[in-house]
């Protein structure tokens, strides 16, 4: 994949560059700041961006995500930060090919890479951590009220970017259990089947929502 990465921190950036070449990518842009990411992603139309949240300062990287997302909105975008920021990720949640990682999961290469894989074909990768942020913000909200425990579990596991395959062997079930899980969890959240939208990103949205 061809990849512009977006991170004001020269070690972490060159760490993560390092990484992707080695692992058969190609970094076809470096950036320091959000200006100069966006502006390397016209410049070189990567198959994904990786940013980092604070690019240098507050929610920069969102920003500079959020106007890719303007520009071209089929841009794959992986996210990148060291804390959980989730109000002003709506919007690119709701597109998928979104991912948002906390950086410590960077360590953890193979998971990593196969996240940013995941994004790259249009799916999505939710570190658990903001999983958990997600869930228990929203759990205060009536919308989930109606979902069990089993029903949440299955959500958080499809939150992450997860298939109902690898959900059924992570959590020892049956596909058919997962799928019978997954369309109580689409009825009782209010989503009924369309063709222009992923009812798996906007079940991530109802968790929003509800805060």
Do not use: C
């Not at 920069?60 to 804390?83: F, K, N, Y």
């Not at 997954?182 to 009825?187: H, K, L, M, Q, R």
Request: glycine content about 8%; proline content about 3%.
């Amino acid at each position: 994949m061809r990849v512009v990465i977006g991170e004001d921190s020269t070690l972490f950036r060159e760490g993560l560059a390092a990484l992707l070449e080695v692992s058969g990518h190609v970094v076809v842009g470096r950036a320091a700041t959000a200006a100069t990411a966006v502006a390397q992603v016209r410049a070189h139309r990567p198959d994904i961006v990786v940013l980092d949240v604070r690019m240098p300062n507050d929610d920069e990287g969102i920003g500079a995500a959020r106007e890719i997302r303007d520009w071209q909105p089929s841009t794959p975008v992986l996210l990148l930060s060291q804390h959980i920021e989730t109000r002003r990720t709506l919007e690119l949640v709701t597109a998928g090919a979104f991912g948002y990682l906390l950086k410590d999961r960077v360590l953890d290469t193979e998971d990593f890479l196969a996240a940013l894989a995941r994004v790259a074909g249009g799916g999505t990768a939710l570190d658990p951590e903001v999983v958990a942020h997600l869930v228990g913000a929203a759990r205060s909200g009536s919308v989930l009220d109606a979902l069990t425990v089993r029903e949440l579990q299955v959500l958080a596991f499809m939150a992450e970017g997860w298939s109902n395959a690898a959900i059924a062997a992570r959590m020892f079930l049956s596909a058919r259990t997962i799928e019978t899980h997954t369309s109580s969890i689409f009825a009782k959240l209010g989503l009924p089947e369309s063709v222009d939208e992923n009812r798996r990103v906007r079940a991530i949205l109802a968790y929003l929502e509800a805060r």
